[in-house]
């Protein structure tokens, strides 16, 4: 069974930093999508950074803030992390880890304010 948990969200103000962590177990194969989505109130859930294989992917609106991440080296859990840089009040919202776009974690609150 494959569950995906995340961690690491909070309240920052704007400017700055947070890293999210997804701790993946269960049977995980790098040439599918694994990544990170957000989703902020009234909006619909949106890519926010990727890797497939060893490709990154990222939204535009983020890109040169944050950093997608991983470590694999345990055999047993897969670890995702993202490092959000310079954050914005926009950057507010739920973030998601997922898994070939089918698996999903219980989210992680982001919230930038001052």
């Known amino acids: 069974q494959l569950q995906l948990v995340e961690s690491g969200g909070g309240l920052v103000q704007p400017g700055g930093s947070l890293r999210l962590s997804c701790v993946a177990s269960?049977?995980?194969?790098?040439?599918?999508?694994m990544g990170w989505y957000r989703q902020a109130p009234g909006k619909q859930r949106e890519l926010v950074a990727t890797?497939?294989?060893?490709?990154?992917?990222?939204?535009d609106s983020v890109k040169g803030r944050f950093t997608i991440s991983r470590d694999n080296s345990k055999n047993t859990v897969y670890l995702l992390y993202l490092q959000m840089n310079s954050l914005k009040p926009e950057d507010t919202a739920v973030y998601f880890c997922?898994?070939?776009?089918?698996?999903w974690g219980q989210g992680t609150q982001v919230t930038v304010s001052s």
């Open positions: 997922n898994y070939r776009g089918v698996y």
């Open positions: 890797f497939t294989g060893d490709r990154t992917n990222y939204a």
């Open positions: 269960g049977t995980i194969s790098r040439i599918y999508a």
